[in-house]
Structure formats: structure tokens, C-alpha cells
């Protein structure tokens, strides 16, 4: 197994040329078309099923990264140790969701590393087209919508490190990666949706 640990650190996106990461900037505020609460009863129901999808652990060291137990990490290393879990965290992840995501940044990480910048840009391209026949055109180009407003809002918090790294790395390209951001920036924005039918409802 490809240790986690191996995958660059984060590092300034280029000034200059075609982004060639899925989740690259410009990033657009999370929508979600519809509004499916229109009582307090379907809000209340909602956030007692969903709530918990979007509470990360009460730590980040609860997420799991794959390398091994008690593996030995340089200081570079620990740093981006602890650099990812802090964006996860941040993001909302729930241990078991963020955990699954480090597994698969590792992996698609180390099949990436090393690609110019042309192949970045053709994996860009391939990745939208595993995304369009997992979910459909419209489907994908809404969760890259929401999946690329959620990085724009951790951007925000940690000085636009976080798209950064995902060009510089590669990773912003993960199929898997732009799928679970999106449909998880959509379980927050129809939570704030619930929890705003029942204020007014109650108020």
C-alpha cells in the first residue's frame, strides 16, 4: 500500500495557464435547486436522519489515514498530517466519510505523481467523463458546482491552501474526491435548509 505520507505537501498554485484540476477555482456558493421542507414536521424528520452526516469527530486524529499504526512521520511529514486532517475537520467530515477520502487521495495520488501538465489536464477531462456515466451530465455538473464550493469555502479559511494543493498535487481530479465533496456540500446546504424551515416555523 501506498503510504499517504508520499503525496506532496501543499504548495502555491500556478500563477499562469489552464487550471487542470475538476475542483480548480473559480468556485461557485453551494445550491440546491428545490426546497423539500414545507413544515416543521419534514424538517424535524430531516435533521434527525441527517444531522449526524455532517458532525465531524470531536478530533481529527479520529480519522484514519492509510499508513501504518505508529508509522514514524518526518516533520514535513507530520505536518501535512496534520494539515489534512485540520481541512477535513474544517470541511465537516464525519470520521468514517474522511477516512475513505484519505484512503482514496493516497491511491490516486500516487498514480498521478510525476504527470506534466498535459496529462493533468487529460485526466481532468477523463475524470468528468467517469463522473457523466456514474451520475449523468447534469448530475455531475451539479456536484462539481457544490464540490467546488465547499473548497472555495475552506480556501476562505486557509488562504486558498486548499485548491492549491489539490492542483499542485493532482488530487483535485479524483473522481471519487469531486463526488464525495459534492454530495457532501449538498447534505450541509439541505440541512441549513431544514434547520431554516423549523426557526421560522417556530418563531
Wanted: charge should be negative; hydrophobic fraction near 40%.
Amino acid at each position: 500500500m501506498d503510504e499517504f505520507n508520499t503525496v506532496p505537501a501543499p504548495a502555491p498554485a500556478p500563477e499562469t495557464g489552464a487550471a487542470a484540476s475538476v475542483l480548480a477555482p473559480p468556485q461557485p456558493e453551494p445550491q440546491v435547486a428545490d426546497e423539500p421542507f414545507h413544515d416543521e414536521e419534514t424538517a424535524d424528520a430531516f435533521l434527525g436522519l441527517m444531522e449526524s452526516s455532517i458532525q465531524p469527530p470531536a478530533d481529527p486524529s479520529a480519522y484514519t489515514f492509510p499508513y501504518e499504526q505508529g508509522a514514524k512521520l518526518d516533520a514535513e511529514q507530520q505536518q501535512q498530517d496534520t494539515t489534512l486532517r485540520t481541512w477535513m475537520h474544517a470541511a465537516g467530515l464525519p470520521a468514517d466519510i474522511g477516512s475513505a477520502i484519505a484512503s482514496d487521495v493516497d491511491a490516486f495520488a500516487s498514480r498521478v505523481a510525476g504527470f506534466t501538465e498535459e496529462q493533468h489536464q487529460l485526466q481532468q477531462r477523463e475524470t468528468l467523463a467517469t463522473l457523466e456515466r456514474a451520475f449523468g451530465e447534469a448530475r455531475t455538473a451539479e456536484l462539481v458546482k457544490l464540490a467546488r464550493g465547499l473548497v472555495a469555502q475552506l480556501d476562505a479559511k486557509h488562504g486558498g491552501a486548499v485548491s492549491a494543493w489539490l492542483d499542485a498535487t493532482g488530487v483535485g481530479n479524483s473522481p471519487n474526491l469531486v463526488a464525495q465533496l459534492g454530495m457532501h456540500a449538498e447534505r450541509i446546504a439541505l440541512v441549513a435548509k431544514a434547520r431554516g424551515v423549523r426557526r421560522g416555523v417556530r418563531k
